[in-house]
C-alpha cells in the first residue's frame, strides 16, 4: 500500500511558479510510475506529467501533456521518496486541484485508468 501526500499548492499570479511535492510512504518509489493529474472545475481529472519508475527499460523518462510542455518539468528524487512537479510560466487556465498518483504497471501514467494509488489533491489557483 502506498500512501501519497501532496504539497506545495496556493494562490500565484499569471506568469509565476510554483513546485508541487509528492511524497510516498508505505513502499519505495522506486518501481512505480508518478504522475501528477488536475481536475479543473466542471472538467475531467487528466494527466499532466508522468515519470517512469527507476528500473524501466525506456530512453526518456517522463511524459508531459501539450498543454504544459515547456513550463512544468517533473522530477524525482528517489533518496526522499518524492517525486516534484515545477510549474513556470502559469496560467489562469491551469487552476485546478492537482493530484499525485503512482501506478506499477506502465512506464508513465498517462490516464486514470493505470493509477492505482491516489493522493488527497492539492489546489493550485493562478489569477491576479
Known amino acids: 500500500q502506498v500512501q501519497l501526500v501532496e504539497s506545495g499548492g496556493g494562490l500565484v499570479q499569471p506568469g509565476g511558479s510554483l513546485r508541487l511535492s509528492c511524497s510516498a510512504s508505505?513502499?519505495?518509489?522506486?518501481?512505480?510510475?508518478i504522475g501528477w493529474f488536475r481536475r479543473a472545475p466542471g472538467k475531467e481529472r487528466e494527466a499532466v506529467a508522468s515519470i517512469s519508475a527507476p528500473d524501466s527499460a525506456t530512453d526518456d523518462n517522463t511524459y508531459y501533456a501539450d498543454s504544459v510542455k515547456g513550463r512544468f518539468t517533473i522530477s524525482a528524487d528517489n533518496a526522499k521518496n518524492t517525486v516534484y512537479l515545477q510549474m513556470d510560466s502559469l496560467r489562469p487556465e491551469d487552476t485546478a486541484v492537482y493530484y499525485c498518483?503512482?501506478?506499477?504497471?506502465?512506464?508513465?501514467?498517462?490516464?486514470?485508468?493505470?493509477?492505482?494509488?491516489w493522493g488527497q489533491g492539492t489546489q493550485v489557483t493562478v489569477a491576479s
Open positions: 508505505g513502499a519505495t518509489l522506486d518501481y512505480y510510475a
Open positions: 498518483a503512482a501506478g506499477g504497471a506502465y512506464t508513465y501514467l498517462t490516464n486514470t485508468r493505470r493509477v492505482e494509488y
